[in-house]
C-alpha cells in the first residue's frame, strides 16, 4: 500500500528565511504527487503537481525516485505563506484516489 | 460556478443520533469523494464515487454510508454517531484523469458529545 510521511508536525520560520517542508512517499509503482494547502478559513486548494515541474508562488517541488521524497522548498517565505500544508501521492488506477501526509502547519513569523 | 458546496457547516450531535452530510459539485464531476481531517493524521478517505450510482469503501469506511443518486450530489451518513467521529468532512470532486486537481468544499465540522 502507498504511504505519504511529514515527518515535521509544525515549522516557524522568520520572513524572508528559506522554508523547505519534507515529505517521503512508499510506493511500489511510478507515483504522481502533489502539494495541496490549506490557508486559514479557506478551503484545502492544490499549489502544484510534479508533472508540471512549475513554481507556484515561489514553491517549487522536486520529486527524488531515489530517495522517494518530494520536498517543497521556498527561498524567502512570506507571511502570506502561514497555512497548513500536505503532500499528496495518486496511484495511477482508474479511481483517482490520493493519499495524503498528515501535513505540516507552516507559521512565517515577522 | 460555485465548485464544491457542503451542508451544514457545523453540527453537534448526541451519541447515537444519526445525520446526513451533503455535498454538491455543479462542474459536471464523475469522481466524488468524503474525507475527514484530523490532528495528526491528515486527510483520510472515507468513501468515494466513481460515478452516479455508484460508491465505493476508502481507508476509514466503517460507521459511515455514502449515497450518489445524482451525478452532481454525495451524501455521507452516519447511522449512530460516536464521539470518536467527531472531525472535520471534507467532500471532493475531480474528473478524469491522474494529475487533474480535486476540488475541495469548505468542511462540515461536526462535533459528537
Known amino acids: 500500500a502507498q504511504r505519504v510521511t511529514q515527518p515535521e508536525k509544525l515549522l516557524s520560520v522568520f520572513k524572508g528565511a528559506p522554508v523547505e517542508l519534507k515529505c517521503n512517499y512508499s510506493?511500489?509503482?511510478?507515483?504522481?504527487l502533489f502539494w495541496y494547502v490549506q490557508y486559514s478559513r479557506q478551503r484545502l486548494q492544490l499549489l502544484l503537481r510534479?508533472?508540471s515541474r512549475e513554481s507556484i508562488k515561489g514553491f517549487t517541488a522536486d520529486l527524488n525516485k531515489g530517495e522517494t521524497s518530494f520536498h517543497l522548498k521556498k527561498p524567502f517565505a512570506q507571511e502570506e505563506d502561514s497555512a497548513m500544508y500536505y503532500c499528496?501521492?495518486?496511484?495511477?488506477?482508474?479511481?483517482?484516489?490520493?493519499?495524503f501526509g498528515a501535513g505540516t502547519t507552516v507559521t512565517v513569523r515577522a | 460556478n460555485a465548485g464544491v458546496t457542503q451542508t451544514p457547516k457545523f453540527r453537534v450531535l448526541k451519541t447515537g443520533q444519526s445525520m446526513t452530510l451533503l455535498c454538491a459539485q455543479d462542474m459536471n464531476h464523475e469522481y466524488m469523494y468524503w474525507y475527514r481531517q484530523d490532528p495528526g493524521m491528515g486527510l483520510r478517505l472515507i468513501h468515494y464515487?466513481?460515478?452516479?450510482?455508484?460508491?465505493a469503501k476508502g481507508e476509514v469506511p466503517d460507521g459511515y454510508n455514502v449515497s450518489r443518486l445524482k451525478k452532481q450530489n454525495f451524501l455521507l451518513g452516519l447511522e449512530s454517531a460516536a464521539p470518536s467521529q467527531t472531525s472535520v468532512y471534507f467532500c471532493a470532486s475531480t474528473t478524469a484523469g491522474v494529475y487533474n486537481e480535486q476540488f475541495f468544499g469548505p468542511g462540515t465540522r461536526l462535533t459528537v458529545l
Open positions: 499528496a501521492l495518486i496511484k495511477r488506477s482508474n479511481d483517482y484516489k490520493l493519499s
Open positions: 510506493y511500489s509503482g511510478s507515483p504522481e
Open positions: 464515487s466513481v460515478g452516479e450510482g455508484t460508491t
Open positions: 510534479h508533472i
